[in-house]
């Protein structure tokens, strides 16, 4: 069977979409890569770490990250590159940053395999997963600011990476 490769591209929530669909049954081709493995579990298994509004927090005790946060922190560890200039110092703590903020991904989503900074699902119109993740969640942001735990999060991501994935890596 041949498979075959859809790419919907347009503007959608600032970023840009695309959409994998596979061969006669419409199924998903996306693969989740290694490095995307990796962030999954983190997320299933350290909940505890979770925070809101913000990239990543860090204190002399310990460290707190939003999913998009905690995403960026395991993409350099994998490919074993110094996470320290990462974080910034802002009065005695310590903020995640990516470029000049501290809220979204803007320099690095697009080598992350994401849509957007705020990890955007690809979405076309006709997509109808408003029932599932609610009307009010259209981004990973949306999920970790809204009351979504990570291992629900990850849960999601697992089911749908096509709407949260460009690439796998």
């Known amino acids: 069977m041949v498979e075959i490769l ?12 695309g959409i994998l669909v596979g061969s006669n049954k ?3 081709i996306m693969k989740i890569g290694p490095i995307q493995e990796v962030w999954l579990q983190r997320l299933e298994n350290n909940p505890d770490i979770q925070m809101e509004s913000s990239l990543g927090y860090m204190d002399s005790m310990c460290y707190k990250a939003c999913c998009l946060g905690e995403y960026l922190l395991t993409y350099y560890r994998e490919n074993g590159w110094e996470i320290s200039q990462l974080w910034r110092s802002k009065e005695d703590d310590m903020y995640l940053v990516d470029g000049d903020t501290e809220e979204v991904l803007k320099t690095s989503y697009e080598k992350l395999g994401l849509f957007s900074s705020n990890g955007a699902f690809g979405l076309s119109d006709d997509d109808d997963d ?3 993740v609610g009307s009010d969640v259209m981004s990973l942001s949306d999920m970790n600011d809204n009351g979504w ?6 849960a999601w991501v697992r089911k749908h990476p096509e709407l949260v994935f460009t690439k796998s890596l």
């Open 6 to 17: 859809v790419w919907r591209v347009g503007l959608l929530y600032g970023g840009l979409f």
């Open 26 to 28: 419409g199924e998903c």
């Open 130 to 132: 408003d029932d599932e």
């Open 149 to 154: 735990t990570w291992p629900e999060i990850a």
